[in-house]
């Protein structure tokens, strides 16, 4: 058996709940203990946020980084690990701002995951990738780019991240196919290139959990993403590839057709039959459907958030919850998916004002009402540095 790297799972989360209490600033967290982290934390789970570096919704705003102390004890870089700002060109890195968040969250005692290694869709690559030239041995090149930039980032933050998006958004969401870049196009597919990228995160970072992230969904529409999902992580499987969960990102929308709450739990039950683990990874709320009245707005999100994580959390595969973003003021909702009246979006625990909203509470009673997470499930990529499956 190979020892993690990181400290184990039950000393980290011994740290981030007296981190939590050590943590809450006068004046600056509202909410009264039991922070989301520590009821997360008796359940042998973990509660977290995206963060980003700057002085907005970023660990350089003091107001912002103290509410992250407060209810947090994981956290994930909301851009600042994408290639788009890792990778200035092809032979440069700037790990500055996703330093300073690493940084922070250890010296808050949170865990970090890193998001993400490979964002295998046009729109979200650099636009220097854009009609790269990967030369006369265009395969080669294309994986000897790839794997670098997987290599330099997990040695970077060797012992230090706990779990990698290695893959996030490869399944287009319209018919469930694959998607193609210039680096999948030039490798010779996107199945080979997802393959590499979860290998090469897997030498170059024994012992932390693997991910394939994505936005499948419980609204109707998403049959085919759903489906396209669950045939990724069956080839996966069948390649013996090293992946360890899927990453539910869990961008809801409360409109007004009902979720579909059957074909989501059998959805779900499949990939965990399979073998996968399951993470929450990017959870809100976009608000449209819903009234403008506040009161009614927020009892809305909160109802279908407890809905959601009752769900959710009824399969103790499902360990990490975390949240993009705390506050709606920085939430990326505002400029993604603004309302059609013009009002701000409140998709997330906080308001603009850092006070806590019926979201928070309808998150703080369904990780109460959870079980607690298995200890003999206890992270057996952690412990092993394998995949359950292979
Ligand atoms: C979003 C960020 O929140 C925005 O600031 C950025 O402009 C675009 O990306 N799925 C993901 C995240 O995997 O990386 C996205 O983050 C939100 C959707």
């Known amino acids: 058996m190979i020892a993690p790297p990181h400290c184990d799972r039950r000393t980290a989360l011994r740290l981030a709940g007296t981190a939590v209490i050590g943590a809450m600033a006068p004046g600056l967290a509202r909410a009264a203990p039991p922070s989301l982290a520590q009821l997360a934390a008796a359940k042998g789970m973990r509660f977290g946020s995206a963060v980003a570096a700057h002085a907005g919704g970023g660990v350089a705003n003091p107001r912002y980084a103290a509410l992250m102390r407060a209810e947090c004890n994981i956290l994930v870089p909301e851009n600042e690990m994408k290639w788009q700002a890792l990778r200035p060109s092809a032979h440069a890195f700037n790990f500055g701002p996703a330093d300073a968040i690493v940084a922070f969250a250890e010296s808050s005692g949170m865990a970090v995951r890193g998001h993400n290694l490979l964002w295998n869709r046009p729109k979200w690559q650099p636009a220097w990738l854009e009609g790269y030239d990967f030369g006369v041995r265009p395969a080669s090149a294309a994986a000897d780019l790839l794997t670098t930039h997987i290599r330099t980032v997990c040695e970077h933050y060797h012992g230090r991240i706990t779990s990698f998006d290695v893959v996030n958004e490869t399944v287009l969401p319209e018919d469930g196919s694959l998607a193609r870049t210039a680096i999948s196009d030039a490798i010779g597919g996107t199945l080979d290139t997802v393959d590499l990228a979860f290998r090469t995160a897997r030498a170059a970072a024994p012992g932390v959990q693997l991910v394939y992230n994505d936005y499948m969904s419980w609204e109707p529409g998403n049959e085919a993403h759903r489906a396209g999902v669950l045939r990724l992580l069956e080839a996966l499987r069948k390649r013996g590839t090293p992946v360890d969960a899927l990453g539910v990102q869990s961008h809801l929308i409360a409109q007004g057709a009902a979720p579909q709450q059957r074909a989501w739990r059998d959805f779900i039950a499949a990939v965990v039959a399979m073998g996968y683990d399951l993470v929450i990874s990017e959870f809100d709320v976009r608000d449209r459907g819903l009234p403008r009245a506040i009161a009614a707005r927020d009892a809305g999100v909160a109802a279908l958030a407890r809905d959601y994580f009752d769900m959710m ?78």
């Open 313 to 390: 959390l009824s399969w103790p595969q499902c360990r990490d919850v975390l949240v993009w973003g705390l506050c709606d003021s920085f939430s990326w909702l505002q400029g993604f998916e603004p309302r059609s009246d013009g009002a701000p979006t409140r998709g997330c625990p906080y308001d603009g004002d850092y006070t806590a909203k019926p979201l928070r509470a309808a998150i703080a009673a369904a990780i109460t009402a959870a079980s607690p997470r298995p200890a003999d499930r206890l992270a057996d990529w952690a412990r092993t540095g394998q995949t359950i499956a292979s």
